[in-house]
């Protein structure tokens, strides 16, 4: 067969579907412009190579051709090239009089757009039972979160809970306030989960951790062609993603002075423009904000608009640092540690020591820093208890006893027996050594502690 007559190569680039060629040695003979179109290789980049070595240079992902010379039957498999294509490839075998394979001929057809379409389809149909599933469960998810928090019995997040339920009920604007990692986003979820809204999206977005064109993206979306790198058929953003659901906005003290005036439309009208668009969006969501800042003076300095200030703290919600509640820090403490000793297959407890310095501790991170180091510890922890050893240096010390003697003479005097017990423990490391360098027989050092976690 003459590959290079020119009615044979006219008749093969009239085919929209590429066609790829190779002998029974697996040697490339011919492609047409549409493969070449297809893939974006030129025919004198494979015409000669081995399809073998195609494969290992990278530039295609495997060979259907290689396939059909080792099993002599036509199939068909998918390849992807280096422009991230998907390709169905469909190899034949073209077989002599004696049955051998002679050519295979390869038919290539684009299917990127077919597979991204049928993944939005199966996008979609997956949010369509995850809201109908959510429909059915919703009036025990309150409940459920509830559940999930340790301390949500306990008095100041008793009353957090129950301030947070009261205003589930309507659309009154809400703004979270309180340092970073104190549990923002959970009481948010928990107002969401016990609203109306509970079947439909609850979706975040944390405005001090974007850039503003990024952020102003991800909020109002964005038509084709609005930005450089934006994509071919635009993004809806969060809030028409959210429609009927609500919309979390954490860290609402970072966003930027121009992207304050779209939101003020929305919550003001209830509709947007998309970057880039010209066309109003209608929608329907209720937003909940967060931040660590102090919005107010923000607002005296200028940062911060009055007008959507004012909208936003119609309902102030403050959650109150760890360290302002330090009768939640244990029961968290062992919520997390059974926690993840069952995600990681450990059965640690805690030490009396490490638990006494810990409860003592101020938790500058709050929630999420304790989250955080119970974690590390069951993963790094050799024992089979949290000993103060294992501690990071900045959590074994007590606090300084205070200098204007106003605790009473004995609770000093306690502090610093408990300073240097602690001070030899993390020094000699078990309990035994520890007494011998104090002075102290074991029993009474063990003794000792065993009290003050009862105290």
Known sequence: MDFDDPSFRELLDALHDGVYITDADGITLKVNGAYER?????????????????????????????RVLKEGRALSLMQSVSQGKRLLVSGTPILDTAGRVRYVVSTVRDMTELLRIKHERDELQQLKQLRNSTAKLHASQRDDLLDASPVANLPASGRLFAQARQVASSDVKVLLQGETGVGKTLI??????SSPRAAQPFLALNCG????NLIEAELFGYVAGAFTGAGSKGKRGLLELAHHGTVFLDEIGDLPLALQVKLLKVIEESRFIPVGGLELKEVDVRIITATHHDLRQMVAEGRFRADLYYRLNVVPIHIPALRERPEEIQPLLDFYLAEFNARYGRELAWGLEALDALTDYAWPGNIRELINLVERLVVTCTGEAVELFDLPEEMRALPASPRDGSLPLRKQVEQLERRLIRDALVQHKTTREAARALGLSQATLVQKMKRWEQG
């Open 38 to 66: 297809l893939t974006g290789l030129r025919s004198e980049d494979v015409v000669g190579q081995h399809m073998q070595a195609l494969v290992e240079q990278g530039v295609i992902s495997q060979s259907v051709s290689l």
């Open 209 to 212: 951790a974007l850039p503003e």
């Open 188 to 193: 948010a979820q928990y107002i969401h989960k």
